[in-house]
């Protein structure tokens, strides 16, 4: 399996803009997590979905941020109006209870607004 | 405060050294994880406790649920294992993320 993979690797924005971050899990996990890492916070859970479904949004800091899971293959987290506090890295992770490990990352998507 | 913290920040060891990473929880959690994030960004997941030890290859993870308290070791270290450390909690996939303690291993 090539492991959960995240598009774009970097991406930058002009403030404003509307962002999609993708995300494909690994296939047959049934979890999958959107995490964003800044220096200030470290990282923190976005949100979480269970066969598709978001179970945990709680960490999606504003109405800006969506995410969905329209098939178990799928997922993207859209930020829109994007904003420069925006920056960060966005992580991507699938996982499979019972598996080992546990859960595995994606590469994730390094965001840059100006 | 944060609910999960770790000691120390950053460790700087020679190679071949036994090294000890700390990790404390205030918060109720049902596993507790070690995670290895790579100078390039990547993450991998080391190892889920809920109790006792595990152990993989040269890396050993303790927990000690009535002190709520882990420790990460790693034996013989290289300076492969140069990487930021994570400790995290969790319940029902909801993981509180320690702040990382940054690793360099010198040859």
């Keep these: ?109 390094r965001l840059t607004v100006v | 405060k944060n609910e999960v913290e770790q000691s120390p920040q950053n460790l700087t060891a020679q190679e071949g050294e036994f090294i000890t990473i700390n990790c404390s929880y205030s918060v109720g959690i049902s596993a507790l994880h070690w995670l290895q994030q790579h100078p390039g960004g990547g993450i991998v997941s080391l190892f889920m406790l809920s109790s006792g030890k595990k152990k993989h290859g040269r890396l050993i993870a303790t927990i000690n649920i009535q002190e709520k308290h882990s420790s990460l070791h790693i034996t013989a270290s290289h300076p492969r294992d140069s990487a930021v450390y994570i400790c995290a909690g969790g319940a029902t996939n909801k993981l509180i993320f320690g702040t990382g303690t940054l690793l360099a291993v010198q040859p």
């Design chain 1, 1 to 109: 399996d090539a492991g959960v993979i995240q598009s774009p690797r970097h991406e930058v924005t002009e403030m404003g803009q509307e962002v999609t971050l993708r995300c494909k899990p690994i296939s047959g996990h049934n979890s999958l997590f959107w995490y964003r890492q800044t220096m200030m916070r470290g990282l923190e859970l976005l949100i979480y979905f269970n066969n598709n479904v978001p179970i945990d949004d709680s960490g999606m800091p504003e109405d800006r941020f969506s995410a969905k899971m329209p098939n178990a293959s799928f997922s993207t987290l859209k930020i829109q109006p994007s904003e420069p506090r925006d920056s960060a890295v966005y992580f991507c992770a699938s996982s499979l209870a019972g598996s080992y490990p546990l859960y595995t990352f994606g590469s994730g998507t």
